[in-house]
Nanobody, 127 residues
Framework: QLQLVESGGGLVQPGGSLRLSCAAS????????IGWFRQAPGKEREGVSC????????DYADSVKGRFTISRENAKNTVYLHMNSLKPEDTAVYYC????????????????????WGQGTQVTVSS
């Protein structure tokens, strides 16, 4: 069974940090781009960051550049999203997804191009 499972969400104060994990089972991430998306209430799902499991190339949305870092650990079939300097506007359900998409392109963060999705993990930034 092909599955992505996110973990690591929670409640954090503004300026704080969290690390999200996305673990894959039933398939290898070797040939996929793994993307992190988020969706706040009443808003569309938006791309946050992605990484190529093949060559480690990365891409980030402008809103998180300099604050979020994506990394991978192929031996564990896991991708991480390190989130620093969190802001209240980062509050959302965060999803990871796997797809075959180009990086640094207009289609990089198109949700419909990703084949597999996790169930999401809630991140709440509040004092």
């Amino acid at each position: 069974q092909l599955q992505l499972v996110e973990s690591g969400g929670g409640l954090v104060q503004p300026g704080g940090s969290l690390r999200l994990s996305c673990a894959a089972s039933g398939f290898t991430l070797d040939y996929y781009v793994i993307g992190w998306f988020r969706q706040a209430p009443g808003k569309e799902r938006e791309g946050v960051s992605c990484i190529s499991s093949r060559d480690g190339g990365t891409d980030y949305a402008d809103s998180v550049k300099g604050r979020f870092t994506i990394s991978r650990e192929n031996a564990k079939n896991t991708v991480y999203l390190h989130m620093n300097s969190l802001k209240p506007e980062d509050t959302a359900v965060y999803y990871c997804a796997a797809g075959v998409v180009p990086l640094k392109a207009t289609m990089t963060f198109v949700p419909g191009l990703y084949d597999y999705w996790g169930q999401g993990t809630q991140v709440t930034v509040s004092s």
